[in-house]
Nanobody, 121 residues
Framework: QVQLMESGGGSVQAGGSLKLSCEVIGDGFKEFCLGWFRQAPGKEHEGVANIDSDGSISYRDSVKGRFTISKDTAQKTLYLQMSELKPEDTATYYC???????????????WGQGTQVTVSS
């Protein structure tokens, strides 16, 4: 059984920073395709950043240069460092893990419970 536990959300002013963490409990961390997703009220669920088992990384265009995804295999933890936050980044952020094909659009097997990020102007 795999569980994902997010932490690190909160409220910040525009231009501020937050770092999200996602602890992966269970086996398979090294093989997982890991990613961060978000969903704002009234908007579609969208991929934010993705990191493959070999370390390959991709971002959605709107966060490039501001967000950094990383992972610590020893700690079995996924991170998302968010800087220069904008009000449009306000959403519930979820981490997710999956097997096999790894892309932002790839289906995931496991999801965290979500953590709220609120950016005020």
């Amino acid at each position: 059984q795999v569980q994902l536990m997010e932490s690190g959300g909160g409220s910040v002013q525009a231009g501020g920073s937050l770092k999200l963490s996602c602890e992966v409990i269970g086996d398979g961390f090294k093989e997982f395709c890991l990613g961060w997703f978000r969903q704002a009220p009234g908007k579609e669920h969208e991929g934010v950043a993705n990191i493959d088992s070999d370390g390959s990384i991709s971002y959605r265009d709107s966060v490039k240069g501001r967000f950094t995804i990383s992972k610590d295999t020893a700690q079995k933890t996924l991170y998302l460092q968010m800087s220069e936050l904008k009000p449009e980044d306000t959403a519930t952020y979820y981490c997710a893990a999956g097997y096999g094909y790894c892309a932002m659009s790839a289906a995931r097997n496991y999801w965290g419970q979500g953590t709220q990020v609120t950016v005020s102007s």
